[in-house]
């Protein structure tokens, strides 16, 4: 009986203290509303741990550099971000219709209920890239959208819950087998669709800026948070569609045989006010690259850094790059139209008008572009170096143009040697970059004329194929990996396989034919990864530069500063980059989050193409509330 006080003091401690874990989970359940209203966030002071779990290394200290800036800037945005996280359905679905003036689309319950399942990270904003593109749909008839995709050559169909693709070719593109398989996976939750596919590198769907403006006016007219009482739950059939001798819409126009012209169309789809506007394709290519390098700094920068990824990919706003980028020197192949069609792609300029989903090779197991199971060492026991691989792609780069190429300039950019000669008063050395001038260098720490020695002590890239137009032959018909016009310039080494890359503390990635297929793999790696494009893809709303990876111009003339920024005392700050990317990519950019962004892209899809759109919606956490 005397023992009997002490053992209800236990039991009572112990109620206690698991009352208070249930209401610390039930807070954390909660955190974006109990920890995003106060001014201080309680996961401020080292990493994105306080709602995800995540971010284990401190983040560094602030010492007033502007990438330091840029990093804490970073940090603090994706924090106030996450404090939009939806944790119920209705957090969800209130969410959405907020945002985008409609109710979800039906199905949205099931979705929703995947994405818990698979312990996603729901954040409305993280899909505004589905609506900049399904928006401009809303403005055209949705049996002719319908009609339009029917007959299409490449595409996926979904018909009484089951997926399947059919191809006019003989050899079944990857592409279109990697999405089906992902399609598949979604099954049965999708309703009828015929899903178009873009199976080439290059982007095709390019509308004039009039137009499209038009397009976006009329789907903000059409917005409407019907009654409850008149929503349809239930998408309307292909039964029509799928009967014998049906013929379909007539095919669009599509432009071909015309790459040297690509400039000229994207122009027509920038705003006119844009400098884009004012300046036309270039006549030809032989032209010095100093003639159009630019020597000011960019709106887009941030004290020579990119502070804004969409402008500095835009080039709407960077006249220069028609003459410094392969899309607009001349691709490997165009086959463009300039009338909305609803075509699906891995990749486009922020310009283009595809459907953005994920690129095929994201979807593949190959090694070659991820790696393996591998991701790379611990960061301490990386080499302090940048590597970087590939083939001279981005376009057809011939005797009087590869100067023009991106990859190119890139090379030559990074090779110690070549940047020493140009130093030393050789600008023949490198046709294809000029030095970046002060304006470009304000950060650069390298004495005048050290540069290239400098670089020589880090830097490991090379060409391991120049991709030769005309190509180059051997005596028994094997396409040789040199090339004669380029083969005083640079030569070609042996390739890195991935997972011999992530043993280097720096990963950079620049355009090839369109986006780079590598790029997950080094989200994913334990380096610190660099990314310089003009492409956007599927998951660029929910990366956030300088936290997730480290951006670079075009132009690549801020490249110098930010290797010296981390090689010269900031090795805690790239390790810090490499780790949160990591770990966020573990978290966002896994196949199940490709899976769900694609799900909800396709409820989204069939609901634009569907004869009842204007009543489809899913509103029954709307029934009963007041």
Known sequence: MLRRPGLLAFIATVGVFYLIV????????????????????????????????????????????????????????????????????????????????????PGFDKWFEAAKAADAIVVEEFFDRIHHDINPFWAVDPLELRRQAHSQPQLIRVRHGEAFFETDTLNRPEFIQLWTKLVQEIMPHLPDLDMVVNVMDETRVLVPWEDMTRHFAAEQESRNLFPISEAVNEYTDYAEFDKPGYSGASEPHWIGGRQHEYWDFLAAACPPDSPARKFTRLSNFSSPIDEIFPTDTQPYTYKGFVNNVTAASDPCQQPHLRGMHGTFVESISMSTTTTLFPMFGGSKLPQNNEILIPGGMYLTDREFYSGGDTHGPPWRQKMDKVVWRGVASGGRNKEDNWWH????????????????????????????????????????????????PWLSTFTNVSFVHMECFPPIYDAEGRYLPDCQHTDPYMRVNAPVPMKEQYKFKFLPDVDGNSYSARWRGFLLSTSCPLKATIYAEWHDDRLFPWLH???????????????????????AEARFIAEEGKQWAEKVLRREDMRLYVWRLLLEYARVVDPQRDRLGFVTDMVGRS
């Open 405 to 452: 190429y991106q990859r190119h300039r890139f090379v030559q950019m990074m090779n110690g040697t070549t940047v020493g000669r140009v130093e030393n008063g050789e600008p023949e050395a490198a046709p294809s970059f000029i030095l970046p001038p002060p304006t470009y260098s304000s950060g650069l720490q390298q004495p005048k004329g050290t540069l290239g």
């Open 22 to 105: 249930w209401h610390l989970l039930l807070r954390e359940e909660h955190a974006d509303v109990s920890a995003c209203g106060t001014s201080r966030h309680p996961w401020s002071k080292g990493g994105l741990k306080g709602i995800l779990g995540i971010g284990t290394k401190k983040r560094p200290d602030h010492d007033g550099h502007p990438i330091s800036e840029l990093i804490d800037g970073a940090f603090t945005s994706l924090s106030h971000l996450l404090c939009e996280r939806s944790f119920s359905l209705e957090q969800a679905a209130d969410r959405y219709r907020k945002r985008r003036g409609r109710h979800p689309p």
């Open 549 to 571: 990876y480290v951006p670079f111009d075009n132009t690549f003339t801020d490249i110098y500063a930010i290797m010296d920024y981390f090689l010269n005392g900031h090795d």
